[in-house]
């Protein structure tokens, strides 16, 4: 069965410093990785997405993300955090290229200090 | 920009009750799903469509949970009766076959 472990539940940068938020991923096959964030009582915005060929991808709001097969790893990145960077972030594996069950880590908090 | 549509955005209710959420999906994209999250948790699915049938209700509780999309366009996800553990937000998504799934905003239910 899939699985993905986001380690980190809460973390907290000062804005303008990088992030890092990692993800760990469990799949019997070449998986397909999503990063989604969340902001308070709102919905999921699709941040980037990994289905096949170069291993970092670029995303939206300046994030990106490396997959490393060898570690099982789907970790985001931005190099410059903003204050309207605060929100919830959600790592998720899928079958296909999202048209079937993702499943989804429990999140990371991420809070910004001006 | 199309975007997934859902209504109410927030619910009351009461143990016992009825509830019942609506879901407008991006037009054009033929897979539909439901999604439960609990406050801390990551979103869990419920139920996926295509078109109109059923591909996955492996996690829906169907004692009490029911879903539809007659017409393989919108869709109603129903709880009778609604229990406290049933508070959660409860997002919506489509898709192309095969491709990225787009969320709604998500309906916040409170049961009292």
């Known amino acids: 069965a899939q699985s993905v472990t986001q380690p980190d539940i809460h973390i907290t940068v000062s804005e303008g410093a990088s992030l890092e938020l990692r993800c760990n991923y469990s799949y019997g096959a070449t998986p397909y990785l999503f990063w989604y964030v969340q902001s308070p009582g709102q919905g999921l915005q699709l941040l980037l997405k990994y289905f096949s060929g170069d291993t970092l991808v670029q995303g939206i709001k300046g994030f990106e993300a490396e997959f490393k097969r060898s570690q099982s790893s789907f970790n985001l990145r931005k190099p410059s955090v903003h204050w309207s960077d605060a929100a919830e972030y959600f790592c998720?594996?899928?079958?296909?290229?999202?048209?079937?069950?993702?499943?989804f880590g429990t999140g990371t908090q991420l809070k910004v200090e001006l | 920009e199309a975007e997934v549509a859902q209504s109410p955005r927030y619910k009351i209710t009461e143990k016992s009750q009825a509830v019942a959420f609506w879901c407008d999906p991006i037009?054009?994209?033929?897979?539909l799903y439901w999604y439960r999250q609990i406050l801390g948790q990551g979103p869990e699915l419920l139920v996926q469509f295509q078109d109109e049938s059923v591909v996955d209700d492996s996690q829906l509780p169907k004692d009490r949970f029911s879903a539809e999309r007659l017409k393989g366009v919108d869709s109603t996800l129903k709880i009778q009766p609604a229990e406290l553990g049933d508070s959660a937000m409860y997002l919506c998504a489509s898709s192309p076959p095969a491709e990225t799934q787009y969320f709604g905003p998500g309906t916040r239910l409170l049961v009292l």
């Open positions: 998720a594996v899928g079958r296909t290229g999202g048209g079937n069950k993702l499943t």
């Open positions: 037009s054009g994209h033929a897979t």
